[in-house]
């Protein structure tokens, strides 16, 4: 005859598709033990009760149980089979799981619950035990599941927040970058103009200031060859004048040439930092020092020009800042790279001071160097300390095709 406790798992299916009530999925063997339990869960609960543990997983599985009464001592699969099985399957291993067994004192109950069981009843079982136990342990689960799917809506959130900032970061840097390479696309800018503004201002002192020069030198000579018609006060200012105009016209030549030294178009960078370190020494009073490649080839104009100024700002500030009687500089080559070392014996630069923000007056400062040698795909680094500074410039060297 068919158990009148026992429902098929499909008309159990039905039901917990349209009742909202828990669904308990009752195992025991003892068919006046299922019956007597059902009575007193129905009232509140819906049940589907089977006889073996093993009917017990599959309906814990196919109708999504929400607590599992199971008997310990059963054919097919015993409590602690189900126990385990439904442990292991991540869709019941958070159900509650009830013990029912014969099996009375406290090493029973404890092997119970050190299995994974949530409770051990010992039969028999009052009404008000078993419902109380039920009740209990389905609040439980219900508090578990809540914070289970707070903790997945709190991850959910955490992650769209995650992926939205990761999301506004990368926007920014990618704002930043672009920023960035306009700020290297206008420093390049102002540099070449610079460049082209000095080459320029040369040329006209060079050119028209110079012709005035030369001129008024030609004027003044020609006064010269008739000073036995002047006076002697006379004689004397017109002299004067020669040796100032003559004085003139170097210093004007030498700021022409700093402003762009004309061997460094014609010649080279060799003799462009020969002529300007002479130079330097003879107007700083400082001992300068240069070693050069015997053979120096000549590199592109930018790459040339980069390194002269390099030098040329660097001197200056030894001149202004440093209070070093001597400086050196030298430039080293290999197949692939150039070094240009410029060093001093002077105090050193001040920590408050950024290195990269030192800057002669009138020039681009260290900073506008290391954008120049940047676009170079090259580096500049500074080294100070009270025994000196210096400053090494690393530039690859063109490949010839």
């Known amino acids: 005859m068919p158990d009148p406790t026992a429902s098929t798992v499909s008309a159990l299916a039905d039901e917990t598709a349209s009742d909202g009530?828990?669904?308990?999925?009752?195992?025991?063997?003892?068919?006046?033990?299922?019956?007597?339990?059902?009575?007193?869960?129905?009232?509140?609960?819906?049940?589907?009760?089977?006889?073996?543990?093993?009917?017990?997983?599959?309906?814990?599985?196919?109708?999504?149980?929400?607590?599992?009464?199971?008997?310990?001592?059963?054919?097919?699969?015993?409590?602690?089979?189900?126990l385990q099985a439904l442990r292991a399957d991540p869709a019941t291993r958070l159900k509650p799981i009830i013990f029912l067994s014969a099996r009375a004192g406290e090493e029973s109950r404890i092997e119970g619950l050190k299995a994974g069981a949530d409770d051990y009843l010992v039969k028999p079982f009052t009404a008000r035990e078993l419902l109380a136990r039920v009740g209990a342990h389905l609040k439980l689960a219900k508090v578990r599941a809540e914070a289970a799917q707070t903790e997945r809506d709190l991850r959910t959130e955490v992650e769209l927040a995650r992926t939205q900032l990761e999301k506004r970061v990368d926007e920014r840097t990618t704002e930043l970058q672009l920023a960035n390479e306009e700020l290297h696309e206008l420093s390049s800018r102002l540099q070449r103009t610079q460049d082209e503004e000095r080459r320029r201002f040369a040329r006209e002192l060079h050119d028209s200031a110079g012709q005035i020069l030369v001129a008024i030198g030609l004027n003044i000579a020609l006064v010269k060859s008739e000073v036995h018609k002047l006076s002697a006060e006379a004689a004397k200012r017109v002299e004067d004048n020669a040796v100032m105009i003559d004085q003139l016209t170097r210093e004007i030549r030498t700021i022409s040439h700093l402003l762009h030294p004309p061997l460094l178009d014609e010649v080279g960078l060799s003799s462009a930092l020969r002529w300007y370190v002479e130079g330097f020494s003879e107007r700083s009073k400082i001992a300068a020092n240069l070693d050069l490649p015997e053979h120096l080839e000549r590199f592109p104009a930018e790459m040339e020009i980069a390194i002269f100024r390099v030098?040329?700002?660097?001197?200056?500030?030894?001149?202004?800042?440093s209070g070093s009687r001597s400086c050196a500089v030298k430039v080293l080559k290999n197949e692939?790279?150039?070094?240009?070392?410029?060093?001093?014996?002077?105090?050193?630069?001040?920590?408050?001071?950024?290195?990269?923000?030192i800057s002669s007056q009138g020039?681009?400062?260290?900073?506008?160097?290391?954008?120049?040698?940047?676009?170079?795909?090259?580096?500049?680094?500074?080294?100070?300390?009270?025994?000196?500074?210096?400053?090494?410039?690393?530039?690859?060297?063109?490949?010839?095709?």
Request: glycine share 8%.
């Open 311 to 321: 030098v040329q700002e660097c001197l200056t500030n030894v001149h202004r800042h």
């Open 21 to 82: 009530t828990e669904l308990i999925v009752l195992a025991d063997d003892n068919a006046d033990m299922r019956g007597y339990i059902c009575r007193l869960l129905r009232d509140q609960y819906r049940v589907h009760a089977v006889a073996n543990g093993a009917d017990a997983l599959q309906a814990a599985r196919e109708l999504n149980a929400d607590l599992i009464l199971s008997d310990v001592m059963m054919p097919v699969l015993d409590g602690f089979g189900l």
């Open 363 to 401: 020039g681009v400062g260290l900073r506008g160097m290391q954008e120049r040698i940047r676009e170079l795909g090259g580096t500049l680094s500074i080294d100070s300390s009270k025994e000196g500074t210096s400053v090494v410039v690393n530039l690859p060297v063109p490949q010839v095709a």
């Open 336 to 357: 692939n790279r150039l070094r240009v070392e410029i060093r001093d014996e002077g105090r050193g630069i001040p920590q408050e001071k950024p290195l990269t923000l």
